[in-house]
């Protein structure tokens, strides 16, 4: 969709394909310079040309500048975790650094100021250090898009290396030179300039004795740490020294911990499926070792040389952030659909649906008290991020997207959802739960033999509507996700049923009552809820529009519920239905208005639907 964009536009690109080549990108096509002439162009400049044909929308744009950052995010992780010296416990710090540094960085590039074609209203002051910062991220993205993502490293080595030379593997600066002097002798003043969208802080550091370090950014946290960094580089450089030689400058693989079979079975099997070398073991092994397990076993830590699956779980999520907005963004500029854009962030319970799906949680190395609550979506999620960490360390850091999605489609369509794949049966139940307002509490036991496992999932159904519950129990499954599977697709079986035009015989008929009751209260209570269930072909409202149809539909259905009536359910849908029809205008006999009850507000629920139906 940036195809030609780009024609029109100063011609200003120059230095910075000179950059690109300088970074590894060799003869750009012309649809290319066209796109890196286009997101090195700010909306400034494109608010004042109001007369170009055929205007970018700003949203791809704004789409390549969020993945260009979460790229960038996803590059300074692996940069800390790979660095010796850095805190690994606390990854994001190093990430909140870089992103602290990065605008005044972007804003002393000479080849982006030149490249950037900038709007008259930026052109009566200084520039802001975050508008090529924008333009920068932009580029980025792009560079992802292509799959250049190698030129996209190396833009952003310069930054890499000036965090790591200013912060000489220390994370916290500041809080390294206040442990190092006596408490409350070191004291930190502040002051501002600038306009107040350009804002620069500086900060002064002073011990007891008068020595000062001095340092500058553009928030009031990173002055002070560049201070304190600038303090211990001037009168203390022996701390930095100190620091490096206790963390050394590697460290030493870890070992699988060989305690629990359970665990061992899915650290081995996850090494097999991803065909990974035997380095991963223990990197797996760590993602799945919770903190409270950590901490209560660290003689165990100390002996297979462990920790706690932290450092995994940031490097992991930064890495599935962006394969997941790689994958939407890609999607949407390929398609066009710009309206389905959404870049929000990914909820915890689609990481914790995914390790479900890979069949990890059982290997999951819990202490005692988290172990009796069981994992809650929280732990779950970090594990599976952890784990994603661990196979791209174990990859060497390469992209592990087209390795983990033939191995694992399912949880990698979960957490990347770019292709139109088939839905698996737990997930379709959960869709069509909310969309029918319907309450699941799952139950999953688990029985057989220690080595060849058994799983089976009862689900619970709860109706707010009509104050009713269903059971349903699965068959066995060979893991907790087939279980689950298997308990969904009754209620699928169901759902399947009545989305056709005449429904038929099915297994279970008082799931089948507990769910047209259901569906006729609801209904009935909250008639708008046509749109929303004749898109999913619930209760028969796809057939609306065809009223035979829709009474052939709700004949059968009369049919199926016939031997043992909910007292929630209408005693006849055909009546209320009929009722309706004719209310609305369609040619119908006219049938004595339906008894009291639930039927009288289903039917006039569907006279309403099919009154607004008529309007659209």
Not at 225 to 240: K, V
Not at 375 to 401: E, H, I, K, R
Not at 526 to 550: I, N, Q, Y
Request: net charge negative.
């Amino acid at each position: 969709m940036l195809k030609g964009k780009g024609h029109g536009l100063p011609d200003l690109v120059a230095p910075a394909l000179g950059a690109l080549a300088g970074a590894g990108l060799t003869t750009p096509g012309d649809e290319l310079v066209d796109a890196v002439r286009l997101t090195l162009t700010h909306r400034s400049y494109l608010n004042d040309d109001r007369h170009r044909p055929d205007p970018p929308d700003p949203r791809y744009l704004e789409a390549l500048e969020t993945l260009g950052s979460i790229f960038q995010q996803h590059t300074a992780t692996i940069a800390a975790y790979r660095n010796p010296g850095a805190d690994q416990r606390h990854l994001h710090r190093e990430v909140t650094r870089l992103a602290a540094a990065f605008p005044g960085w972007a804003a002393r590039l000479d080849w982006l100021r030149e490249s950037a074609v900038l709007g008259q209203s930026l052109g009566r002051g200084p520039v802001p250090d975050r508008v090529f910062a924008a333009l920068f991220n932009r580029l980025l993205g792009l560079l992802c898009l292509v799959g250049e993502t190698r030129t996209a490293e190396n833009l952003m080595a310069g930054l890499l290396a000036e965090i790591r030379d200013d912060g000489g593997g220390t994370g916290n600066p500041k809080q390294l030179l206040q442990e190092s002097l006596p408490e409350g002798s070191t004291r930190f003043e502040y002051h501002q300039e600038g306009p107040g969208h350009a804002l620069v802080y500086h900060a002064v550091v002073t011990d007891a004795t008068g020595r000062s370090g001095t340092g500058t950014a553009s928030n009031k946290k990173a002055a002070s740490q560049a201070a304190a960094l600038d303090f211990i580089r001037t009168h203390s450089p022996g701390l930095l020294a100190a620091q490096r030689s206790a963390v050394g400058d590697s460290r030493p693989e870890p070992q699988p911990v060989d305690e629990s079979t359970a665990h061992m079975a899915v650290v081995l099997r996850l090494r097999r499926t991803l065909r990974l070398p035997d380095r991963c073991l223990g990197l797996f092994s760590q993602a799945l070792i919770h903190g409270s397990w950590a901490h209560e076993n660290q003689a165990l830590l100390r002996k297979y040389g462990q920790r706690d699956n932290q450092a995994l779980t940031a490097l992991g999520a930064r890495a599935v952030m962006y394969e997941y907005y790689l994958s939407i963004v890609r999607t949407v500029l390929l398609t066009g659909a710009v309206d389905s854009l959404s870049l929000a962030t990914p909820e915890g319970t689609m990481y914790a649906r995914a390790l479900e799906l890979i069949d990890a949680g059982p290997g999951l190395l819990l202490g005692a008290g988290q172990a009796q609550q069981q994992s809650s979506v929280t732990v779950a999620a970090a594990a599976f991020q952890a784990l994603y960490g661990a196979a791209l360390a174990a990859n060497d850091f390469a992209p592990l997207g087209e390795r983990w999605s033939r191995s694992y489609q399912a949880a990698w369509d979960t957490i990347a959802p770019g292709g139109a794949r088939q839905e698996d049966g737990r997930t379709r139940f959960d869709t069509l739960c909310t969309a029918l307002d319907l309450h699941a509490q799952y139950q999953v036991s688990r029985h057989g033999p220690e080595h060849e496992p058994r799983y089976r999932t009862v689900v619970d159904l709860h109706s707010l509507a009509t104050g009713e519950v269903v059971t349903l129990a699965g068959p066995d499954g060979r893991s907790q996700s087939v279980a689950n599977n298997h308990a969904a697709e009754l209620f699928l079986a169901l759902t399947d049923s009545l989305a056709l035009p005449v429904p038929h015989h099915v297994d279970d008929p008082a799931a089948l009552r507990f769910l047209v009751a259901h569906q006729a209260t609801a209904f009935a209570a909250e008639p708008a809820l046509w749109r929303k269930w004749a898109k999913r072909k619930l209760f028969g409202l796809h057939l609306v529009d065809a009223p035979d149809d829709l009474l052939a539909w709700a004949a059968a259905v009369d049919r199926l519920v016939d031997d043992d009536i909910s007292p929630c359910l209408p005693d006849d849908l055909t009546a209320a239905y009929a009722y309706a029809l004719r209310g609305a205008g369609a040619a119908r006999p006219e049938p004595a208005p339906p008894a009291g009850g639930p039927s009288g507000p289903l039917a006039s629920a569907v006279r309403a639907a099919l009154a607004r139906i008529a309007d659209r």
